[in-house]
């Protein structure tokens, strides 16, 4: 399911449904396609990024349906040129519907500088395979430290 160069998975890739939302996910964001994301997450999602207060979600409830994931869209994802991720590990029981996903997403801005996040992403799936809730789990201090200009 993955359809952006900018992802490199070196994790466990057998079929999962959690596992192959989070691949369409991370290609959706990558590509900078918002419509393709939408088509990723249930009309009723609640996206976590990341999990608690932070400079994305200060009240820290998360963000809920297209029209919050949508305004996180354009906080997050929007302002940044291009996203590089890594997964490096991925745990996804065949019995369950939720999957946990480990690796690093580095974040390049317009002017050449950027970030490194180092993060765990779970990923919830309804019965059609769409993500109702996504939770990732990263500190904002870490990755601001990692800031480099070019």
């Not at 079929?15 to 996910?25: D, E, G, I, N, V």
Request: charged letters at 25%; glycine letters at 6%; hydrophobic letters at 40%.
């Amino acid at each position: 399911m993955i359809t952006s160069d900018a992802i490199v998975w070196n994790a466990p890739n057998d079929p999962h449904p959690a596992r192959a939302a989070s691949q369409r996910s991370y290609s959706a964001v990558a590509k900078g396609d918002l419509a393709e994301w939408f088509t990723v997450y249930a009309e009723d999602c609640v996206l976590e990024d990341p999990v608690g207060r932070s400079m994305f979600d200060p009240e820290g409830t998360g963000h809920r349906g297209h029209a919050g994931i949508s305004a996180f869209w354009e906080k997050a994802i929007a302002p940044i040129e291009t996203f590089e991720f890594e997964i490096n590990d991925s745990f996804a029981n065949p019995e369950s519907n939720t999957c946990a996903n480990i690796g690093r997403i580095k974040t390049s801005f317009p002017d050449g500088s950027y970030t490194v996040t180092d993060l765990i992403m779970v990923y919830i799936v309804d019965d059609d395979g769409r993500v109702q809730s996504m939770k990732a789990f990263w500190e904002p201090d870490r990755t601001m430290a990692s800031f480099t200009k070019p």
